[in-house]
């Protein structure tokens, strides 16, 4: 089966580091996107991970760890614009349909 | 910059009628797909399409079917629409096997 996990809601503080996780079980797993949704808006492109480590790209940084079937997003200094849900994709073998995860919702607090 | 779009942000439509979404994106992508959006379900995968005339069904293809006669444009139909169709759909497009771009959206509404 394929099953993708993600928190539901997260809150941070302005300036400060949230760490988002996402978990995931899937056949022919094929890389790894994060994509960033602010209220009533279109889901845009952060990051793809398809080798375990870290991709840096900013304020944002995404881990992947294959063998653990494991992700994380990264947010550095955190902005009041960053309050948006945080959707993990995973690419289903090779093709290029992705199953996504029910997203992390992210409020940022002054 | 990439753009796609689609046809209507918001759409109220009854039960029973014949209700069209269009998508079209201006940067030649071979890859285009319908998602709808759902509270607590995330984004779900309808109907796939790789090439002109060329369509995979994705995980949720019941009650749909698509449409696509060029390159840029893709299109999704419900042939008679009922209330659980109320829901945000949202298209996107690729190149490859590189990021999914997504339209703004459309959010239908089923009486």
């Known amino acids: 089966g394929q099953n993708i996990d993600q928190p539901t809601e997260m809150t941070a503080t302005e300036g400060a580091i949230v760490q988002i996780n996402c978990t995931y079980q899937t056949s022919g797993f094929n890389g790894l996107f994060w994509y960033q949704q602010h209220a009533g808006e279109a889901p845009t492109f952060l990051s793809y991970n398809v080798l375990d480590g870290l991709e840096e790209k900013g304020r944002f940084s995404s881990f992947l760890s294959r063998s653990k079937g494991y992700s994380y997003l990264l947010l550095k200094e955190l902005q009041m614009k960053d309050s948006a849900s945080y959707l993990c994709?995973?690419?289903?073998?090779?093709?290029?349909?992705?199953?996504f995860g029910t997203g992390t919702r992210l409020q940022v607090f002054p | 910059d990439v753009k796609v779009t689609q046809s209507s942000r918001y759409l109220v439509k009854r039960t029973g009628e014949k209700v069209f979404l269009e998508c079209v994106q201006d940067m030649d992508h071979e890859n285009m797909f319908w998602y709808r959006q759902d509270p607590g379900l995330g984004l779900r995968l309808i109907y796939f399409?790789?090439?002109?005339?060329?369509?995979e069904k994705g995980d949720i293809p019941e009650g749909y079917s698509v449409s696509r006669e060029k390159k840029e444009r893709f299109s999704l139909i419900l042939e008679s629409a009922s209330t659980n169709q109320t829901s945000m759909y949202l298209c996107a497009s690729n190149r490859g096997k590189g990021e999914q771009f997504f339209g703004p959206g459309t959010r239908l509404t089923v009486l």
């Open positions: 994709a995973v690419r289903r073998g090779d093709t290029d349909k992705l199953i």
């Open positions: 399409s790789y090439d002109v005339k060329m369509k």
